[in-house]
DNA sequence: TATTGTTATACTCTATAACTATA
DNA sequence: TATAGTTATAGAGTATAACAATA
């Protein structure tokens, strides 16, 4: 039952006309997956030459902001299992992006780097996501300032209600 | 050596201290994706007792609100592909949920049906959406009030960059 | 004993393509 | 020909469990 993410490749959620939405026109949370899904598809467009999804983009820019940045870690940072890191890792070798490399002081861990085609590419690729990010709040004008404040908001609190005492049953802390 | 417990929550998409999230940080898209992040996980939580998706959540209640929808049509208003919509629907017929009846008009077609089983169940299924949705927006408080428009203007207006002609910025009304 | 990463496996979601029946 | 649904298959994405090497 754990899916956390929604479906990455998806097909345009467009309201159709003559269908009856009942309360899912009213919830907030109906709404950030309309969004989601909508941002989702034009992230794609805008960095079509790359053929790289959100998640891997924002695996590229952790290791190359955290040079030997261990593969757990990255997977905790992104929500990942560890078997889901390791996937992720793999691909992003593959292609080339990134290398494994030993990690002095523990040898069960690797070092995660970028190869310097990888940083090479990432550059333009990370100026093409900022170009995009920058149309959609430029779009939304005085809304784009308020939204992304309200949606770390948001973050905030589901995060707190999911792991309020009397929600869920209590996981150890480590 | 092998823990046949995970102690730790996995799904979070928790800032990680210690490590640098670069651009991410500044990047509506990648706040608009932990949000949704964070949200899916309290809907399972909510919801925990129906087992039920938000996507198949969403399903039911257009089945509900549109007596005899066609697959196909399920399929389009939520960014399904056909086969799609014939999976999910599957699902909901398996589970008791729903049914396919036959259409009149059009022999081709199904006509989707909640079963009685399934609209007894619905209802205090939605009154839990209802209220896990109404608990986010009132712990978010001013700001849930104009997140929810915000989003929607989002969804608009990254639909319209995806779908504009070649690269040519789409004239937006503010 | 706990951790880091790996291997193997399975399940979900989604897509494409070819097919049947009907329009 | 076009549409509605189905079947078969493939590919991400993520999860669990068992394992080896290391701490």
Redesign the interface.
Known sequence: ???????EP???????PG??????D??????????????Y???Y?ATAAWDVS?QRF?AL??I???PG?RQG?LG??????RSGALRLTDWLTAQGWAERRDRPGDARAWGLHLTPAGKRRLTPL?AA??A??A???T???E??L??????????????????APD??PR????
Do not use: C, I
């Open positions: 039952m754990n899916k956390t993410d929604s479906p998806e097909g345009l959620m467009l309201p159709v269908v009856d939405y009942g309360p899912l009213g919830l907030l949370g109906y709404a950030l997956r309309r969004a989601q899904n909508a941002l598809l034009d992230f467009r959100p924002a820019v952790l190359a902001r955290n940045l870690l905790q940072a992104m929500g990942l299992h990370e996501v900022a995009h990010d149309a959609l709040v779009a939304l004008g809304q784009g308020t939204l992304k404040a309200g949606l770390e908001r948001l973050a905030w609190v589901a995060t707190a209600q999911s792991t929600n869920e996981r150890q802390k480590t």
